[in-house]
């Protein structure tokens, strides 16, 4: 026989490092040709930090993001990034970018007006271009400016940033009162499952997850983070153990191929992301970090689902066809709501 049910489970994570002590630090070069180069330490292991960095310089600098490129290549090259954890990338390192943005576009507003024989304060920047606030055809592009500076008089036009949080301040001790200490981001998981009381096996049907990013800066690879915490939900749930036959530890896994991990094949066929936006004052237009958190609501949620399904809270994971069967078998038997390791 087999029985459905639906679970929820609402998470909330914090991003950053909680305070001081997080530093960013970034570069941005007008080459000869007008592009940008954007430098910057922070890791990209496939999460996609240097594309959401490549659209804040971008965006900044207000050029068309195909002319920005991005490098990270080396720890001994690269600027200061505190590093690829704590969810921090996209709400800290933005704010080093957009610090070397600023320095960059005051040397080529500077640089613009030499050449525009008009006074500093009124050369604007926009679509790529340094031109006269009250004449925008009296203008020269970047490209202009890059070929100029670098080939024609050797210099180079690079701007430099850096930010990190303000230190953590104590609390006050008459009324309680502290300092945000870290930025938050929420999240919603609801499973629905079908459990097969005959054989212990649990199908996750459907998942929808929904979180509270503060803005997406790319809304396409937030639901990608979204769908891809699943896989690890999943295997806490359902799938992955050190020791599946627990309590010795002789009989534990030697290699991946003894070790059962959730693939795309085993997703829900209906899986549904979900972004709500809220910016935060403490971010770049307001993004905040979530990533990590994404792996976190599916696997209370499916276990949720479970219960709801058997009737029986399940207190061991991840919860294999044998836990399944031996928590309905101690319901049938005595009755029990509950089921966990000792059991």
């Not at 960095?53 to 001994?76: E, F, G, K, W």
């Not at 029986?312 to 009755?335: F, K």
């Amino acid at each position: 026989m087999k029985k459905t049910g639906t679970g929820m489970c609402l998470v909330l994570h914090p991003t950053g490092r909680k305070g001081g002590g997080d530093p960013s630090q970034a570069v941005i070069q007008l080459k000869p040709d007008g592009s940008l180069l954007l430098k910057v330490g922070a890791v990209d292991h496939g999460q996609g930090a240097l594309t959401i960095l490549r659209q804040v310089a971008a965006d900044a600098m207000d050029v068309d993001i195909d002319t920005v490129s991005a490098s990270n290549r080396s720890d001994d090259l690269a600027p200061l990034s505190a590093g690829s954890a704590a969810s921090r990338v996209t709400l800290v390192d933005p704010h080093a970018v957009v610090e070397a943005a600023k320095d960059l576009r005051a040397k080529i507003a500077a640089f613009a007006a030499h050449r525009l024989e008009i006074p500093l304060e009124e050369v604007e920047l926009a679509d790529g271009k340094a031109f006269a606030k009250d004449n925008p055809h009296h203008h020269m592009t970047f490209a202009e400016i890059g070929m100029i500076a670098n080939l024609g008089e050797g210099k180079i036009l690079v701007g430099t940033g850096a930010w990190q949080p303000a230190p953590v301040q104590g609390h006050d001790p008459e009324t309680g009162h502290l300092d945000q200490e870290s930025v938050i981001s929420f999240g919603c998981c609801v499973a629905e499952v079908s459990v097969d009381t005959g054989t212990g096996e649990v199908d996750v049907t459907k998942l929808v997850q929904v979180w509270e990013v503060g803005k997406a800066i790319n809304p396409l690879m937030v639901r990608q983070q979204i769908n891809g915490g699943l896989q690890i939900g999943m295997g806490l749930a359902l799938r992955e153990n050190l020791f599946p036959y627990y309590p010795d530890p002789a009989n534990g896994v030697q290699s991946l191929a003894d070790y059962s991990m959730p693939t795309f094949m085993d997703y829900p066929p209906e899986l549904i992301p979900g972004i709500e936006e809220v910016p935060h004052p403490m971010g770049v237009k307001g993004a905040k970090g979530f990533s990590e958190g994404s792996a976190t609501a599916p696997g209370p949620a499916i276990i949720s689902a479970i219960h709801d399904a058997i009737g029986v809270w399940i207190h061991q994971v991840p919860a294999t066809p044998e836990v399944v069967l031996r928590a309905i078998a101690a319901q049938e038997s005595g009755g029990a709501t509950d089921y966990g390791p000792n059991q």
